[in-house]
């Protein structure tokens, strides 16, 4: 079962020969997503062999198989983690119960608007990316940026399967729907903000898919709880590939870091312009590219008291991060959880109902989750003796979503009126100027082995390949 058959037109580990009327519904959505790729995917790449890996079973050991492809002509298909036949549902008002195989006609609304929404975001970072490979780094960041890029285009796969097999029409519908929304258009945008949102260099890449992909984790974790067993089954093994994708940020930032620590010992400077001068990205910009990438993320996770997140919760759509970790009753009812809100101009904190907080529950699960690895980052400056440190900001820093959209906040977690954040905020979040000047340093640089000036080469190549492998042939 685990074992995915690479004889058909869509490699497929559900069986998918099976039934005919999928199988034709999918074959005709799939040319529509060629094209998708061929228009809004990587720029320039189609005649670039990429060494990517491709999953051959959702094993652990089934990730091993790599080798240069044409992107267009990756495996892209459906793949689920093995079932359990006595599955229960272990969370909400279903608890106990047997877990769904198809979806219950009273929640079909609510699962297909979490597939939709948890899908829109896939293509999305895919066409906010489109135009990184012109200005890579190196060939082995380029090769990552394609590993991610299709491996996005799976996510929409995975998504899309389960409108196709599960939601009829008006799944179809969806589908299509999801090749026609575009990152940042004006009349058909993607669904949710931080996927409208340009990633115009590598610095904003890293910073995106450190913490937007790491998002990804945190909603696919929650679906990956769901009574809806596909669904489920689904964002587990989804869960196995964003990994990687967190891994190229947290080891792209170090890098970055790891340059700039050493243009600042070799000129024994912490002044900002002379670490320009010397062509690596002073700390001051990598901070204000955190607090942005960062503050857009946690947005993402909805407003802060939500009675769509209690209603999910409840019918047994959407667990919390780790649900069979957790020690308490796993209903929730009668059990309150704190939240910030606006008073007076001040922040305060307050008790509201868990069950309508269950946004905010997973924003500060992913919050704990992104300060661990900031940390790891502190120790890059540490090790080379840079005292300045990285932060995140505050929670109600920059927010646009929930309560806290009302209230203007430092970094540090201070309120502060219009003129302060008006006078700030160039350094809080990053300005036209360094947008201009990172801009200045992206060039492609595609000789295996060699790094461009702003970023230090990894410490390992993919899959044991030497750092100057050629990881790309540009045909
Ligand atoms: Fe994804
Ligand atoms: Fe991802």
Same mark, same amino acid.
């Given at each position: !079962?685990?074992?995915?058959?690479?004889?058909?037109? &869509?490699?497929?580990?559900?069986?998918?020969?099976?039934?005919?009327?999928?199988?034709?519904?999918?074959?005709?959505?799939?040319?529509?997503?060629?094209?998708?790729?061929?228009?809004?995917?990587?720029?320039?790449?189609?005649?670039?062999?990429?060494?990517?890996?491709?999953?051959?079973?959702?094993?652990?050991?089934?990730?091993?198989?790599?080798?240069?492809?044409?992107?267009?002509?990756?495996?892209?298909?459906?793949?689920?983690?093995?079932?359990?036949?006595?599955?229960?549902?272990?969370?909400?008002?279903?608890?106990?119960?047997?877990?769904?195989?198809?979806?219950?006609?009273?929640?079909?609304?609510?699962?297909?608007?979490?597939?939709?929404?948890?899908?829109?975001?896939?293509?999305?970072?895919?066409?906010?990316?489109?135009?990184?490979?012109?200005?890579? =780094?190196?060939?082995?960041?380029?090769?990552?940026?394609?590993?991610?890029?299709?491996?996005?285009?799976?996510?929409?796969?995975?998504?899309?399967?389960?409108?196709?097999?599960?939601?009829?029409?008006?799944?179809?519908?969806? *589908?299509?729907?999801?090749?026609?929304?575009?990152?940042?258009?004006?009349?058909?945008?993607?669904?949710?903000?931080?996927?409208?949102?340009?990633? =115009?260099?590598?610095?904003?890449?890293?910073?995106?898919?450190?913490?937007?992909?790491?998002?990804?984790?945190?909603?696919?974790?929650?679906?990956?709880?769901?009574?809806?067993?596909?669904?489920?089954?689904?964002?587990?093994? !989804?869960?196995?590939?964003?990994?990687?994708?967190?891994?190229?940020?947290?080891?792209?930032?170090?890098?970055?870091?790891?340059?700039?620590? *050493?243009?600042?010992?070799?000129?024994?400077?912490?002044?900002?312009?002379?670490?320009?001068?010397?062509? *690596?990205?002073?700390?001051?910009?990598?901070?204000?590219?955190?607090?942005?990438?960062?503050?857009?993320?946690?947005?993402?996770?909805?407003?802060?008291?939500?009675?769509? *997140?209690?209603?999910?919760?409840?019918?047994?759509?959407?667990?919390?991060?780790?649900?069979?970790?957790?020690?308490?009753?796993?209903?929730?009812?009668?059990?309150?959880?704190?939240?910030?809100?606006?008073?007076?101009?001040?922040?305060?904190?307050?008790?509201?109902? !868990?069950?309508?907080?269950?946004?905010?529950?997973?924003?500060?699960?992913?919050?704990?989750?992104?300060?661990?690895?900031?940390?790891?980052?502190?120790?890059?400056?540490?090790?080379?003796? &840079?005292?300045?440190?990285?932060?995140?900001?505050?929670?109600?820093?920059?927010?646009?979503?929930?309560?806290?959209?009302?209230?203007?906040?430092?970094?540090?977690?201070?309120?502060?009126?219009?003129?302060?954040?008006?006078?700030?905020?160039?350094?809080?979040?990053?300005?036209?100027?360094?947008?201009?000047?990172?801009?200045?340093?992206?060039?492609?640089?595609?000789?295996?082995?060699?790094?461009?000036?702003?970023?230090?080469?990894?410490? !390992?190549?993919?899959?044991?390949?030497?750092?100057?492998?050629?990881?790309?042939?540009?045909?």
């Amino acid at each position: !079962m685990s074992t995915i058959n690479y004889s058909e037109k &869509i490699p497929n580990n559900v069986n998918l020969g099976e039934d005919r009327t999928l199988q034709r519904a999918l074959e005709g959505w799939q040319p529509n997503f060629i094209h998708w790729w061929d228009d809004v995917g990587p720029d320039g790449s189609t005649n670039y062999d990429v060494y990517l890996r491709t999953a051959v079973s959702v094993d652990p050991q089934g990730w091993a198989q790599f080798g240069h492809v044409k992107m267009r002509d990756y495996r892209w298909g459906i793949f689920l983690n093995p079932g359990d036949a006595n599955r229960e549902v272990h969370f909400g008002d279903h608890k106990g119960e047997k877990a769904w195989q198809d979806v219950p006609g009273e929640h079909r609304a609510n699962l297909r608007r979490i597939i939709v929404t948890q899908g829109d975001t896939e293509p999305a970072s895919v066409e906010q990316q489109r135009h990184l490979g012109l200005t890579a =780094p190196s060939m082995y960041d380029m090769r990552n940026l394609f590993q991610i890029n299709v491996e996005e285009g799976r996510h929409l796969w995975a998504m899309v399967y389960l409108l196709h097999k599960h939601f009829g029409r008006d799944g179809r519908e969806e *589908a299509e729907a999801l090749l026609q929304r575009q990152s940042g258009d004006q009349d058909n945008p993607r669904i949710l903000g931080a996927f409208n949102e340009k990633t =115009p260099d590598w610095l904003a890449f890293f910073m995106f898919t450190y913490f937007t992909d790491r998002d990804g984790k945190f909603q696919l974790s929650a679906l990956a709880e769901s009574a809806f067993d596909p669904l489920a089954r689904t964002t587990k093994f !989804m869960l196995t590939e964003e990994a990687h994708h967190m891994f190229v940020g947290e080891s792209g930032v170090s890098r970055v870091l790891s340059r700039t620590a *050493a243009v600042m010992n070799e000129l024994k400077t912490d002044d900002p312009q002379k670490v320009r001068a010397a062509g *690596a990205i002073d700390l001051g910009t990598i901070q204000r590219y955190l607090n942005f990438h960062y503050s857009v993320t946690i947005d993402l996770f909805g407003a802060d008291q939500s009675s769509n *997140a209690a209603t999910f919760y409840s019918s047994g759509l959407k667990g919390r991060y780790e649900e069979g970790k957790r020690t308490d009753d796993h209903i929730l009812k009668g059990q309150t959880y704190k939240v910030l809100e606006v008073k007076d101009g001040q922040l305060l904190e307050k008790d509201v109902p !868990m069950l309508n907080a269950l946004n905010e529950v997973l924003r500060d699960d992913f919050i704990k989750d992104s300060v661990a690895g900031v940390g790891r980052w502190n120790k890059v400056l540490e090790k080379a003796g &840079i005292p300045t440190r990285l932060v995140v900001p505050h929670k109600a820093f920059n927010r646009q979503i929930g309560a806290l959209a009302g209230i203007k906040m430092s970094p540090e977690g201070r309120v502060v009126n219009e003129q302060e954040w008006a006078a700030k905020k160039s350094e809080w979040l990053p300005t036209p100027e360094d947008f201009a000047f990172v801009a200045s340093l992206m060039g492609r640089v595609v000789e295996p082995g060699k790094f461009a000036g702003w970023i230090a080469p990894p410490v !390992m190549g993919i899959n044991r390949q030497p750092v100057d492998f050629e990881y790309i042939r540009f045909g």
